[in-house]
């Protein structure tokens, strides 16, 4: 089974251009299940072995560990891609974790901020000496900066760059891998599109407006320089960073972890008490377009949905925003 295993996840990086972080947390889930299946000094049963009912026990076990039901699904939905790969490669006959449900889970609708608040929010970094002081903004943690530099220069250059980052983000509804991914051959900077990379490795072209040109062109000059002050080194970190759209004080690439703390630091700043993440702009994105009479297969098309239902669930969000609107407005409410 092991072999299989490790079979499985080579398939999943080089066939299925799965990401690492698909491919590190299915590796996880089989490790996890070969565990519970070979308890000490006993062996890991054949493939051949493992039925449905081996399966349901081990997510009952899961359950009896106090696992939240969305953990547990992901487990299942590792096993069964897994033993479907094992079924299409000739290793068993069928998929032993079909025949098993998965738990139900309650549907969440993702928490939208409004068009008003989104505009309020990102308003506040284009205008800094109204809202917060450029020289009080922190670093986010694990930025790295070079040793000699100044204070409010240094600020004002972060402070240019978040706000391009989270215009592009909220104005193109990107994932935050994707955005990070982003490199400069992606962007056509006269008809204002992207190229973006998304799950699977499949392309796509989105769309960016004003605002976003706006604080981009803004943050050009800052890029330059982040290179410049970056220092011999970057040529040896090869051209990965250097074509990097967003980069740190380093030079490098901006990582995932660090837009996630960026979006936090403004929001704590602002003064907010929103649980803002940065795929709360892409929500936000996808929501004010449909409040705003886009079509939902075109919104599908932008976001880089394979399936239309989970593009639907911007539907629930939509309808809730409006019973709240009435509750507040209509006399008879």
Same mark, same amino acid.
């Given at each position: #089974?092991?072999?299989?295993?490790?079979?499985?996840?080579?398939?999943?990086?080089?066939?299925?251009?799965?990401?690492?972080?698909?491919?590190?947390?299915?590796?996880?889930?089989?490790?996890?299940?070969?565990?519970?299946?070979?308890?000490?000094?006993?062996?890991?049963?054949?493939?051949?072995?493992?039925?449905?009912?081996?399966?349901?026990?081990?997510?009952?076990?899961?359950?009896?560990?106090?696992?939240?039901?969305?953990?547990?699904?992901?487990?299942?939905?590792?096993?069964?891609?897994?033993?479907?790969?094992?079924?299409?490669?000739?290793?068993?006959?069928?998929?032993?974790?079909?025949?098993?449900?998965?738990?139900?889970?309650?549907?969440?609708?993702?928490?939208?901020?409004?068009?008003?608040?989104?505009?309020?929010?990102?308003?506040?970094?284009?205008?800094?000496?109204?809202?917060?002081?450029?020289?009080?903004?922190?670093?986010?943690?694990?930025?790295?900066?070079?040793?000699?530099?100044?204070?409010?220069?240094?600020?004002?250059?972060?402070?240019?760059?978040?706000?391009?980052?989270?215009?592009?983000?909220?104005?193109?509804?990107?994932?935050?891998?994707?955005?990070?991914?982003?490199?400069?051959?992606?962007?056509?900077?006269?008809?204002?599109?992207?190229?973006?990379?998304?799950?699977?490795?499949?392309?796509?072209?989105?769309?960016?407006?004003?605002?976003?040109?706006?604080?981009?062109?803004?943050?050009?000059?800052?890029?330059?320089?982040?290179?410049?002050?970056?220092?011999?080194?970057?040529?040896?970190?090869?051209?990965?960073?250097?074509?990097?759209?967003?980069?740190?004080?380093?030079?490098?690439?901006?990582?995932?972890?660090?837009?996630?703390?960026?979006?936090?630091?403004?929001?704590?700043?602002?003064? #907010?008490?929103?649980?803002?993440?940065?795929?709360?702009?892409?929500?936000?994105?996808?929501?004010?377009?449909?409040?705003?009479?886009?079509?939902?297969?075109?919104?599908?098309?932008?976001?880089?949905?394979?399936?239309?239902?989970?593009?639907?669930?911007?539907?629930?969000?939509?309808?809730?925003?409006?019973?709240?609107?009435?509750?507040?407005?209509?006399?008879?409410?």
């Amino acid at each position: #089974m092991l072999q299989a295993i490790e079979k499985y996840l080579i398939y999943l990086r080089s066939v299925r251009n799965s990401s690492p972080h698909t491919i590190l947390n299915y590796g996880k889930d089989l490790q996890q299940f070969t565990a519970y299946l070979s308890p000490p000094e006993e062996k890991i049963p054949a493939l051949a072995k493992i039925s449905h009912q081996i399966i349901r026990e081990y997510i009952g076990h899961l359950h009896s560990q106090g696992l939240q039901k969305s953990s547990i699904a992901r487990k299942l939905a590792s096993l069964r891609s897994f033993f479907k790969y094992c079924v299409r490669e000739g290793m068993l006959k069928e998929n032993p974790a079909r025949l098993v449900p998965t738990p139900k889970l309650p549907k969440r609708i993702p928490s939208i901020l409004s068009a008003e608040e989104m505009n309020g929010f990102l308003n506040q970094l284009a205008a800094p000496e109204r809202a917060v002081d450029a020289k009080l903004l922190p670093r986010p943690a694990g930025e790295t900066r070079p040793a000699k530099r100044g204070t409010s220069d240094d600020e004002g250059l972060l402070l240019t760059r978040d706000r391009a980052l989270l215009e592009l983000l909220y104005a193109a509804g990107l994932r935050v891998s994707e955005l990070t991914g982003l490199n400069l051959v992606d962007m056509d900077r006269h008809e204002k599109m992207l190229r973006v990379r998304g799950k699977g490795d499949k392309e796509r072209i989105v769309p960016y407006g004003g605002k976003a040109q706006e604080a981009l062109e803004a943050y050009w000059p800052v890029r330059e320089q982040l290179l410049l002050q970056s220092g011999p080194g970057r040529q040896r970190r090869g051209p990965a960073h250097s074509e990097a759209i967003f980069l740190n004080y380093a030079g490098r690439r901006l990582t995932q972890r660090s837009v996630g703390r960026i979006v936090k630091k403004y929001v704590r700043l602002a003064n #907010m008490n929103w649980d803002l993440h940065p795929h709360s702009l892409r929500h936000a994105f996808a929501t004010h377009l449909l409040a705003d009479g886009a079509d939902l297969r075109a919104i599908q098309e932008l976001l880089g949905h394979q399936s239309l239902s989970t593009t639907q669930k911007y539907t629930h969000a939509s309808i809730r925003q409006l019973m709240d609107i009435y509750d507040k407005a209509h006399p008879h409410a």
